[in-house]
T-cell receptor, first 116, second 113 residues
Framework: NAGVTQTPKFRVLKTGQSMTLLCAQD?????MYWYRQDPGMGLRLIHY???????AKGEVPDGYNVSRLKKQNFLLGLESAAPSQTSVYFC???????????????FGPGTRLTVL | DQQVKQNSPSLSVQEGRISILNCDYT??????FLWYKKYPAEGPTFLIS?????DKNEDGRFTVFLNKSAKHLSLHIVPSQPGDSAVYFC????????????FGTGTRLTVIP
């Protein structure tokens, strides 16, 4: 099992260009998340999805769009990249929360994006 | 506004000694706390967690302590090993929501052989 994979691993964009980051999982998890990690900031949640066809905003959603057309894939889009979006992007998944239980998230290896 | 704080950016410990990593939080709605370990060029991996109804959880060399009144938790690693050298993130989740996590800024642990 591959677990959580992210494509691409690295990317350099010019300001104003667009791109899509792909997260794929083979663990059959219902929930998926996109985070960004910046120096000295920890990981911050951009968007998340609790199931196919549903998405919601996290802490820092501005400048990003997401789609979850298939359960196993979660796409993060940048329509017009800005230098402030230079970061490392992590995708994560977890199983459905039931009642008062909690389940940890499983992370992909990350995508390093530089916007010039 | 950082709701989860790790005030020590780095920590160095001799092999075999105890490593203590600290974390503070401000949101009283946080109900579940986790520690993640991260190596360079890899994603974070889950290490240990604790529910707010407990004050201690132990897993092998790793123990997490929670002091709800002080809004403080700590991770103890004993004995520390060189392979433990990594960045450790504290994270917290509120009672409601979709497992959303709020992360601290991380502490880089270096275990000196």
């Amino acid at each position: 099992n591959a677990g959580v994979t992210q494509t691409p691993k690295f990317r350099v964009l010019k300001t104003g260009q667009s791109m899509t980051l792909l997260c794929a999982q083979d663990m059959n998890h219902e929930y998926m998340y996109w985070y960004r990690q910046d120096p000295g900031m920890g990981l911050r949640l951009i968007h998340y999805s609790v199931g196919e066809g549903t998405t919601a905003k996290g802490e820092v959603p501005d400048g990003y769009n997401v789609s979850r057309l298939k359960k196993q894939n979660f796409l993060l889009g940048l329509e017009s990249a800005a230098p402030s979006q230079t970061s490392v992007y992590f995708c994560a998944t977890s199983i459905r929360v039931r009642g008062t239980s909690y389940n940890e998230q499983f992370f992909g290896p990350g995508t390093r994006l530089t916007v010039l | 506004d950082q709701q989860v704080k790790q005030n020590s950016p780095s920590l160095s410990v001799q092999e075999g000694r105890i490593s203590i990593l600290n974390c503070d939080y401000t949101n009283s709605m946080f109900d579940y706390f986790l520690w993640y370990k991260k190596y360079p060029a890899e994603g974070p991996t889950f290490l240990i967690s604790i529910s707010s109804i407990k004050d201690k959880n132990e897993d092998g060399r790793f123990t997490v302590f929670l002091n709800k009144s002080a809004k403080h938790l700590s991770l103890h690693i004993v004995p520390s090993q060189p392979g433990d050298s990594a960045v450790y993130f504290c994270a917290a989740s509120p009672k409601t929501g979709a497992n959303n996590l709020f992360f601290g800024t991380g502490t880089r642990l270096t275990v000196i052989p």
